[in-house]
């Protein structure tokens, strides 16, 4: 049993629905005995896309933790459900019911940071929710260290910075430059495309989620998402990009950090190494992740 004082309380962040891995770094949060997942945000914040996490809660037995979205967006019919998730939790009797919010994403980030202000904030979507925070809450409100899937570090070429189009922070620049330069967030980091794109979700690693999976609801989950045939061919398996991001909020081990300077222009994202900026950006690429610890805290529960 892991005493609450030492778990990583957070806030998650999930453009879910279309891409397995934020359905797999949700059931993760649940199932990671170290992580104290006190709210979900869901960004754009569809009625389907709210009613596929309530349908991972429900059948995770976590129907206590609050949901939220956006209430302002005009983009709600934007979030997308793909047949694969809606399939999955209809196969495991938890079938997708479309519905509303009854909280405001602002809102309750604000409040978990008030009732405890040692919770962090994971984005493993776009970061739309940063810049709305900033706009909505207090002054003296701080989020002690947020972890996001984003940017990139490739270093220098022929005298230039390496720049790279990057998805999450692609889709809304405007919220990514607001986050890496936010000062209400004490520590930054982001964990970049170029090493996430050597974590996979492999044969061996389904094979071993199988296993817990006669246990752990979440697992069982992740087994029955991931159970299709790209397991079978190498070139189409599955970069565990949300995953890890979320396993680095509970163990910054596993992968190597350094403090830079995150740059955009045209779209494209670099760092430049640079001291006192709060924001720090995974680096390397293949072996850069300590891959056995990962597995390890995936397959916890």
């Not at 405007?174 to 000062?183: G, I």
């Not at 094979?207 to 189409?236: N, Q, T, Y």
């Amino acid at each position: 049993m892991v005493a609450r004082d030492s778990r990583r309380r957070l806030v998650l962040s999930t453009d879910i629905g279309f891409d397995p891995d934020d359905f797999i770094a949700l059931n993760l949060c649940l199932a990671n005995p170290r992580f104290d997942l006190v709210g979900i945000l869901v960004e754009p914040g569809s009625r389907d896309q709210v009613g596929l996490v309530h349908s991972i809660l429900k059948f995770n037995n976590r129907e206590e933790i609050p949901v939220a979205s956006n209430k302002d967006s005009h983009v709600h019919h934007m979030g997308f459900v793909s047949r694969l998730h809606a399939r999955c939790v209809d196969n495991l009797g938890v079938p997708l019911v479309a519905q509303e919010t009854s909280h405001d994403d602002r809102e309750l980030l604000e409040g978990c940071l008030l009732k405890d202000p040692r919770t962090c904030l994971v984005t493993i979507g776009p970061p739309i929710i940063v810049p709305r925070w900033i706009e909505y809450s207090i002054e003296s409100t701080i989020i002690p260290v947020s972890y996001s899937m984003g940017g990139f570090h490739g270093g220098y070429h022929s005298g230039k910075i390496c720049l790279s189009q990057e998805y999450n922070f692609g889709r809304d620049p405007a919220s990514a430059v607001k986050l890496v330069n936010a000062k209400r967030i004490t520590r930054r980091v982001m964990v970049s495309k170029n090493v996430t794109h050597h974590v996979f979700y492999t044969p061996f690693l389904h094979e071993h989620v199988g296993k817990v999976a006669r246990e752990s609801p979440a697992h069982a989950m992740i087994w029955h998402l991931m159970g299709g045939s790209s397991l079978r061919d190498p070139a189409s398996l599955q970069m565990l990009h949300d995953p890890l991001t979320v396993m680095v909020s509970l163990d910054e081990s596993i992968v190597t950090l350094r403090e830079v300077q995150l740059v955009e222009q045209d779209g494209r994202w670099g760092s430049i190494d640079m001291a006192g900026t709060g924001c720090f950006i995974t680096i390397g690429g293949d072996g850069a992740v300590d891959l056995d610890r990962f597995h390890e805290m995936l397959l916890s529960f």
